[in-house]
C-alpha cells in the first residue's frame, strides 16, 4: 500500500513546498540534472548536465543532487550554514555522529529521508523534529542558488559606461510569439494582487518570463493560485503559467516591480511582460 514520504505528513511546516519541489526534480533552475525538458534549444543529455558553478572554473562534473549539496564550493555553503543545526538534530535522535555520513547519506539525510537507523518508534519524532529543519535547508538552497543567477544592473555613476546610457545603440527590442505583441502599458497593480478578483481578467493571456539560462519564454496564465502557504522566496504566487513548448506548469510571482516596460530583450534575469493579440478580433456587435 502506497504510503506518504514522512515530510508529507508534518502539518505545519514552513517552506514544505521547497522541499517538495527538489524531491520531485521541479527545481530545474536549482539542480542541474532536474533539467529533463527542454525549451528552445535541444535537451541536454544526462551526462551533460554539469554544474555550471564548476564549469566556470574550468570543471565538468554532474550537477546532481549530492554535487550541489555537498561538494560544489559555490553551493556547499548552504549545508555549512545548516550543519550546526543538522548535527543537534542527531543527537536529539540518538543517531551517529553527522560527521560519520558520508556524501550519499548527508544528501539523503537533508532532503528529508528516513536514516537507515532511525527504527520504527521513533518515526513520529523524527517527522517532527527534522521535517522543519529540511525544509528550512530546501528553502535556504533554493534562495541562495537564486540569488546567483539574476542578473544585477550597474547603476553607479563612477562607472564611464554608465554616461551614455541614454545611448540607444545596444537596444534590441524583444521578439514575441507570432501574431502577438508586447503590452508597453502593465495591468494595474490590482490584478496582481493575492486573490483580488480583478486577477481572473488574466487568465488565459500569454506573457514572456525571461529565465536565467533560456531567456525570453512565452507561456499562458492557466489558473490563479489560492493557497496562501504556495510561495517563492517568501513571496505570495499569485499565478500558474502554463508552458505550452513542454506541457509544463510553474508557479509565479508577478508584480509591477519585474515588469519589462521598455521591451528591452538585455533586461535582466526574471522580469516579464503581458502579450496581446498584434491583429485583435473585430467586435462581435453586428456591424461592418
Request: proline content about 8%; aromatic content about 10%; overall charge negative.
Amino acid at each position: 500500500m502506497y504510503k506518504p514520504a514522512p515530510y508529507l505528513t508534518h502539518q505545519s511546516s514552513p517552506y514544505q513546498l521547497e522541499l517538495f519541489w527538489i524531491r520531485t526534480q521541479h527545481t530545474i533552475h536549482i539542480i542541474p540534472i532536474h533539467l529533463h525538458y527542454a525549451f528552445r534549444n535541444p535537451r541536454a543529455a544526462y551526462q551533460d548536465r554539469v554544474c555550471p558553478y564548476c564549469l566556470a572554473s574550468g570543471t565538468m562534473i554532474l550537477g546532481d543532487e549530492l554535487h550541489i549539496i555537498c561538494q560544489c564550493p559555490t553551493t556547499k555553503i548552504v549545508l555549512g550554514r545548516l550543519t550546526v543545526k543538522f548535527q543537534r538534530l542527531t543527537r536529539l535522535l540518538d543517531l551517529p555522529s553527522l560527521t560519520s555520513f558520508s556524501a550519499e547519506e548527508t544528501t539523503r539525510l537533508v532532503l528529508g529521508n528516513l536514516p537507515s537507523q532511525i527504527l520504527h518508534k521513533d518515526l513520529r519524532r523524527w517527522i517532527q523534529e527534522a521535517t522543519p529543519l529540511c525544509c528550512e535547508f530546501a528553502y535556504a538552497l533554493c534562495t541562495h542558488i537564486t540569488s546567483l543567477q539574476p542578473g544585477v544592473v550597474d547603476m553607479s555613476s563612477d562607472d564611464e559606461d554608465a554616461a551614455s546610457s541614454d545611448n540607444n545603440d545596444d537596444f534590441s527590442l524583444i521578439l514575441p510569439l507570432p501574431g502577438f505583441q508586447p503590452v508597453s502599458v502593465p495591468t494595474t497593480n490590482t490584478m496582481l494582487t493575492f486573490l483580488d478578483p480583478a486577477g481572473q481578467q488574466l487568465i488565459g493571456h500569454h506573457i514572456l518570463f525571461k529565465w536565467p539560462t533560456y531567456g525570453w519564454y512565452p507561456g499562458r496564465i492557466s489558473e490563479g493560485n489560492s493557497n496562501p502557504k504556495c510561495k517563492v522566496c517568501k513571496k505570495k504566487v499569485n499565478f500558474i503559467v502554463f508552458y505550452h513548448d513542454d506541457g509544463s506548469s510553474g508557479p509565479h510571482c508577478r508584480s509591477l516591480d519585474n515588469y519589462n516596460m521598455d521591451g528591452d530583450n538585455d533586461s535582466p534575469h526574471h522580469m516579464w511582460m503581458l502579450l496581446e493579440p498584434s491583429n485583435p478580433q473585430p467586435s462581435s456587435s453586428g456591424q461592418v
